[in-house]
């Protein structure tokens, strides 16, 4: 502020004239501020320029809102009801406040051993136990490893009440607590059992990268322990996290590596990403599996920018070098809608099923698919594409619509020395309706039939792959009124024989006897896996010597009600023994007895 004198100088070509002239008095404002309580963002902006601010909530905290903003903010992105928003910076200070309120948590009765797990039956008790378990806090009373502490949910838990709207979006994004996946810094090697409770509301939705790219309820269990049983995750939300390359996540768990379970856990929600950038993994259960899912459904939806993307399981894999059990899904069900965003021009071969993704070397058996398939190219009813020795699709159906892409009802793509057995489709598929193409060969699929509608290529009702083809198909019938193929291997036939037992008989011929039984209009896959019983013992059995034949005569029981109806050697990957192979050296072999109840 002040008086001064200026000299001008203007200069014309080669006129140069000098002007004196006194300023007026001039008012220096300073740059002004935004001052942010509980959150980023703070700092000196030119007015006009944009600010971003985010609320610091941690995981134990819920963000309720902004306050402070002037009434004539202009707001570009978000809302003053978001974590994070974006304004124009007026010609003023601002300062504002984020209003978080903090969950009271509580310590659960238990100690985090096997013989007295942690209880929890409130939220605070939930969020207490996964803080304790990714060592956010310590307990001087415990002395059990954190990562290994098990738990047990005593009654159903509510963390965000209606928290997904009708498209399975958050319908709000105040108010809400945000969770973290336990065993996010290290694997969970604990056993946690849901009791069949169930947990409603559970939101995870980073905005940034974060420690470790497996995300889910958990984020990884442990190599050769942890186990997930029992449990109920409804109306709960997964995205992926916003800029990070690759990341894998599943509505119970992101990765369940050999040796490790989930069994008879069940997600209604939302699993999808955050960006359109990377190789990320979706799965409704998990988003990796090369351990053992089992009895496990999803509902809702599984989609977004996803390269191998699966009702249950993102990708299944299992080390045939190692000769492990792992890669397994078992007798599970998937009513979500499951897709990926990417497009061909993405220059990925992206795969998406309606229970597993991709699988290597896995085994898929006794799955059903009822839910919608909306990505294009690799994309089937049960799995994308399987490949690898002794990977395995057994006994498994599809009764959903694949309309785009390569679309089948049970497998779309084969890789190599890989099967499919005792199969069926009842739903509609675009391009075939067991297997749409194949990759190398070496290949099997038998004892399949197929009902349901192919919407683009009428011609492959069975397979996909024309006759000669490095693949063999054994056992194979559609419905029709006349022959629309020129595959070995399968053979039309009309309503009636699918509805009288014709077909049944065919399916159930020979060493394929009992998987199969008859419904109103086809045949369907026999329950095999219904009946428990505590105790069964088995007599007779004479341990596989390497050179000789199996040997099933003989082997009887004493249980009392129970009569064995089917036995039968298998080797891995679900192949049945005949009477004329033999036994080899280093295979591992396990024998498969289906029993019956007196009672029925």
């Not at 995205?239 to 040796?259: F, S």
């Not at 399987?386 to 619509?401: D, H, M, P, Y």
């Not at 099997?444 to 069975?462: D, F």
Request: aromatic letters at 8%; hydrophobic letters at 35%.
């Amino acid at each position: 502020a002040g008086q001064t004198s200026v000299t001008i100088r203007y200069q014309m070509g080669t006129g140069v004239f000098d002007a004196k002239m006194t300023t007026q008095p001039i008012t220096v404002h300073p740059v002004p501020t935004v001052t942010v309580t509980n959150g980023t963002g703070g700092g000196s902006y030119i007015p006009g320029t944009e600010v971003t601010v985010t609320a610091n909530a941690a995981d134990d905290q819920i963000f309720w809102s902004w306050r402070g903003l002037p009434e004539d903010i202009e707001i570009t992105e978000g809302s003053a009801f978001a974590p994070s928003m974006t304004f124009v910076m007026p010609k003023k200070d601002v300062k504002m406040r984020a209003v978080i309120a903090t969950i009271e948590l509580a310590q659960p009765q238990g100690d985090g051993t096997a013989s007295n797990p942690f209880e929890i039956g409130t939220m605070g008790e939930l969020y207490w136990f996964q803080r304790f378990v990714n060592g956010a806090l310590t307990a001087e009373d415990i002395t059990v490893e954190p990562t290994a502490a098990c738990a047990k949910v005593v009654k159903d838990i509510t963390v965000n009440a209606d928290l997904l709207d009708s498209d399975g979006m958050p319908a709000q994004t105040y108010g809400l607590a945000k969770w973290t996946p336990i065993g996010m810094d290290a694997p969970y090697t604990g056993t946690f059992d849901g009791q069949n409770h169930t947990i409603s509301g559970i939101c995870y939705d980073p905005q940034s990268a974060v420690s470790s790219p497996y995300a889910g309820f958990f984020s990884s269990l442990g190599e050769g322990s942890g186990t997930i049983c029992n449990l109920t995750l409804a109306d709960s939300y997964f995205c992926a996290p916003i800029e990070m390359e690759n990341a894998y996540t599943g509505g119970i768990v992101g990765q369940v590596p050999l040796g490790s379970t989930v069994e008879n856990c069940h997600f209604n929600g939302t699993v999808t990403t955050g960006d359109s950038e990377g190789r990320d993994g979706m799965g409704g259960i998990a988003a990796i599996n090369r351990g053992v899912i089992r009895d496990c459904t999803t509902k809702g939806k599984v989609y977004g920018y996803g390269f191998n993307v699966g009702g249950i399981a993102g990708y299944a894999y299992r080390d045939v070098r190692e000769d492990d059990e792992g890669g397994e899904v078992i007798g599970c069900v998937n009513e979500a809608t499951v897709g990926t965003t990417m497009t061909l021009d993405d220059s990925l071969q992206f795969t998406s099923g309606g229970i597993v993704g991709a699988s290597s070397s896995g085994i898929i058996r006794d799955c059903c698919n009822k839910g919608d398939l909306t990505s294009i190219w690799v994309v089937g009813g049960i799995v994308g594409q399987i490949e690898g020795t002794n990977a395995a699709v057994i006994r498994c159906w599809n009764e959903g619509r694949i309309e785009r892409g390569y679309g089948a009802g049970i497998v779309s793509k084969l890789g190599t020395y890989a099967s499919i057995d005792n199969c069926y489709n009842a739903g509609v598929a675009s391009y075939a309706g067991i297997a749409a193409t194949f990759q190398q060969g070496h290949n099997t699929i038998s004892n399949c039939h197929n009902v349901g509608e192919i919407t683009r290529y009428a011609e492959y009702p069975i397979c996909g792959v024309p006759s000669g083809s490095n693949i063999t198909i054994e056992n194979c019938y559609y419905l029709g009124t006349a022959e629309t193929d020129a595959v070995v291997g399968t053979t039309y036939k009309p309503a009636a024989e699918f509805r009288n037992g014709t077909v049944l008989d065919l399916l159930n011929s020979g060493d394929n006897a009992g998987n199969w039984k008859q419904d109103t209009q086809y045949p369907v896959l026999a329950e095999l896996y219904t009946i428990v019983v505590d105790t069964i013992n088995i007599k007779g059995i004479t341990a596989p010597i390497a050179g000789e034949a199996p040997v099933i005569t003989g082997i009887t029981t004493d249980t009392p009600g129970i009569t064995l109806a089917t036995i039968q050697w298998q080797k891995s990957g679900g192949v049945i023994l005949n009477s004329s192979d033999q036994f080899e050296a280093g295979q591992t072999y396990y024998l498969y007895v289906r029993y019956e109840v007196a009672d029925g």
